[in-house]
């Protein structure tokens, strides 16, 4: 069953159109994967679905709740939650404070609130760092504070955007299997990545954008290997610009 | 700072101020105590917009000035009495504060600042223009003073005011919502991704500071019998801003401790009026660019400093 589903969704910046008429659906417990050149259109279809954009036409459809007007906010609340090709932590605030902001959203009791974030501090692995302020510490932290703090949110839909750019094949490996927890335990998973060794090993399915129009869906071997995902990547005629 | 030390110095200053009327008898030194409470009021709450949700407002002159002409017009014209004056008095900033706060939702940084300083111009414009009633370049006097007046019965009333006013802060900027506009401060964009509504918690903040801006203000006229339309001059939206940095914002006791060394130094400077904005731009300057964190910033470095010499004379 179907908890999340996109349909026709289309965006446009002035004449560019960033996303065209784009739909896909997400089922519980899966991980899609979304892949695609630089600038074809990855990021924005997460701005999209989590609010920060409004979409020209089409819907989001989250738990059956048309959700495609509802602000950020509104939308983590509905279960779903997402993290940034950039991280956007709360850089002078504690690790235990950037999660307990996002703690606070849906619980205010105290005793609960301390347990919720003992036991999220050990489940990103940052315990011992509780009280180290964010901006000190390095970017493997950063992303595993980051998806912290949307696990706080008590999200059971991540948006997940480049979880491994710009990390050392250790912290990869780190991160990756944080992920494989997670899915392990049922949760819903979309990824925006580069990193195709880790994307295989984590999404079953993928989606393959080329300026904003879907140019393959499947399962991972099967679209990797098609010659239009090829020519997207490698440039070549039968692109999809030049169609 | 930890809240049980924050605690322990509000309630200290407290004590110690309670006895201050037994061991001054110089009217004017306790007079300028009273002032610098009153700026307390004012600074501390300027400090939950600027150093904990991060919002830069060169208008909290109108919340000070504007709710000071209403409790005073209100004496004067209606004869109400003061506690009324105050309560309308702090409503209208508040209205005032949840306007300003709406409308300016999407500016930040130099460009809140800017549009937040039209409003006292276009108020003190206002002032200018209707002399009769509003008493035009000279201000109104002749509503009644808090306690008739009386030095020693207005000192207690304001520390009083003040003690309660500092109590209430702490309690926010400790607080959960504390917490919460620091996150906006820090990152608006990833606080709207966490389910915070950055829009509620930056108009509450716009609110509280107009609030108990208006709240000082109020005090501030009832004190003094008179009121003018320099209350509502730049000078007063750039007052908080220099006790914030000079105290280190999102700090109340720094803010607090700003608003003391500020009060004084203003009157010192009364004679020179001119040195004084090239001393305060001057201050500015020296703490952003030496001491970001402000007196409070030093005091905690003179603590590390320590911390390390005690571990330097154990090896």
């Known amino acids: 069953m179907a908890i999340l589903e996109i349909k026709g969704l289309r965006k446009n910046f002035g004449g560019l159109t960033a996303v065209r008429d784009l739909s896909f659906s997400v089922e519980k417990g899966k991980v899609l994967g979304i892949v695609g050149p630089n600038g074809s259109g990855k990021t924005t279809i997460f701005n999209l679905i989590s609010g920060f954009l409004r979409a020209d036409s089409g819907k989001v459809i989250l738990y059956g709740e048309d959700i495609t007007r509802l602000k950020p906010h509104e939308i983590v609340r509905k279960g779903m939650a997402r993290t ?40 990103v692995g940052l315990k011992g760092k509780e009280n180290e302020e964010a901006v000190n510490l390095p970017v493997g932290d950063l992303k595993r504070l980051e998806i912290g703090r949307a696990l706080a949110t008590e999200a059971r839909i991540l948006l997940l955007d480049e979880p491994f750019s710009g990390l050392s094949h250790h912290e990869v490996d780190g991160i990756a299997s944080l ?27 993928i989606i393959v954008l080329d300026f904003g129009v879907k140019i393959a869906e499947g399962k991972f071997h099967d679209v990797i290997n098609q010659q239009v995902v090829k020519e997207a990547y490698l440039g070549g005629a039968t692109g999809a610009w030049s169609r | 700072m930890e809240k049980r030390t924050m605690y322990w110095a509000v309630f200290s200053g407290f004590i110690l101020e309670l006895f201050l009327p037994l061991i001054i008898a110089n009217y004017w030194t306790l007079r300028i105590f009273m002032f610098a409470n ?9 400090d939950i917009l600027l150093g904990y949700a991060g919002l830069l407002s060169f208008g909290q002159a109108l919340f000070f000035g504007g709710a000071g002409y209403v409790g005073a017009l ?39 600042g800017v549009v937040t300083l039209i409003f006292p111009v276009l108020f003190i414009t206002i ?3 209707s002399p009769a009633y509003l008493g035009g370049d000279n201000g109104i006097a002749g509503f009644a003073q808090i306690a008739g007046g009386s030095m020693h019965a207005q ?27 620091k996150a906006i401060r820090e990152d608006e964009m990833g606080a709207e ?6 829009t509620k918690y930056k108009v509450f903040a716009f609110a509280y500071s107009a609030v108990f801006g208006g709240l000082a203000g109020t005090l501030y006229s009832l004190v003094m ?12 939206s750039i007052y908080p801003i220099i006790m914030i940095y000079l105290g280190g914002a999102s700090s109340i006791i720094g803010a607090t401790i700003g608003a003391y060394v500020i009060t004084y130094l203003d009157l010192y400077l009364l004679a020179f009026p001119f040195m004084r904005i090239i001393i305060y731009a001057g201050i500015i300057i020296v703490v952003l660019r030496c001491f970001p964190d402000g007196l409070m910033g030093i005091f905690k470095n003179i603590g590390g400093y320590q911390k390390w010499l005690s571990l330097k004379s154990k090896v």
């Open chain 1, 179 to 205: 992920l494989i927890g997670l899915i392990k335990d049922g949760m819903t998973v979309i990824l925006v990545e580069h990193v195709l060794r880790e994307l295989k090993r984590l999404a079953e399915d």
């Open chain 2, 38 to 46: 009153i700026f307390v009021i004012f600074a501390i709450s300027s």
């Open chain 2, 127 to 129: 002032l200018h223009l």
């Open chain 2, 225 to 236: 019998g008179s009121v003018a339309p320099t209350t509502l001059s730049p000078h007063y």
């Open chain 2, 193 to 198: 991704a966490v389910g915070i509504n950055a």
């Open chain 2, 74 to 112: 209100l004496n004067l014209h209606f004869g109400l009495p003061l506690i009324l004056c105050i309560a309308i008095g702090c409503g209208v900033a508040l209205i005032l504060g949840l306007f300003i706060g709406y409308i300016c939702l999407r500016l930040k940084g130099p460009y809140l």
């Open chain 1, 84 to 123: 940034f090709q950039v991280v956007r932590i709360f850089r002078h605030l504690s690790v235990y404070e950037n999660i307990k902001t996002a703690k606070l959203v849906k619980d205010k009791r105290t005793e609960a609130l301390e347990k919720g974030i003992g036991e999220l501090v050990s489940l």
């Open chain 2, 155 to 181: 000192f207690y009333i304001v520390l009083v005011v003040t003690l309660a006013s500092l109590l209430i802060t702490i309690k926010i900027a400790l607080g959960n919502m504390g917490l919460i506009l």
